[in-house]
Every structure is written in C-alpha cells, then in structure tokens.
C-alpha cells in the first residue's frame, strides 16, 4: 500500500486571490466574482486558481517542512 501524506495549508492562505501563475495578488477579489484577470494578463476560474495554488503551498510547505536548519 502506497503512504501518501496529508499537509495541511493555513486556513487563510489566500488560495483564490493570488494568480497561480505569477503570484500576483488580487486584493479585494469579491466571493461573486467566479473569473478575473490578473494584472499580469492571466485569465483566472477562481475554483481552478484556487485549486492550483492549494496544491502548490502544500508542496511549498511540506518541502520547507523536511529542511535541516
């Protein structure tokens, strides 16, 4: 059987806000506002972003989690 670990992200990462392709922030972003565009250019779902960007602070957090200091 194969152990695949569970990280957790903090609760108020701000998942949908931040383009998961240029880590630009969208401060202000209203909860009815499904797709929005970056300042970079790039055409977000909010769901999708939000998914992305979950995924990557998982990684984020889980490799800075196995670093010797």
Same mark, same amino acid.
């Given at each position: 059987?194969?152990? &695949?670990?569970?990280?957790? &992200? @903090?609760?108020?990462?701000?998942? /949908? =806000? !931040?383009? /998961?392709?240029? @880590?630009?922030? =969208?401060?202000?972003?209203?909860? /009815? &506002?499904?797709?929005?565009?970056?300042?970079? @250019?790039?055409?977000?779902?909010?769901?999708?972003?939000?998914?992305?960007? &979950?995924?990557?602070? @998982?990684?984020?957090?889980?490799?800075?989690?196995? !670093?010797?200091?």
């Amino acid at each position: 059987m194969l152990a &695949i670990p569970l990280v957790e &992200i @903090g609760r108020f990462e701000p998942s /949908s =806000k !931040v383009c /998961s392709s240029c @880590g630009n922030n =969208k401060k202000g972003l209203n909860l /009815s &506002i499904r797709e929005w565009t970056c300042n970079n @250019g790039h055409k977000l779902d909010r769901d999708l972003n939000a998914a992305y960007n &979950i995924k990557n602070f @998982g990684v984020r957090d889980n490799l800075y989690a196995n !670093v010797s200091h």
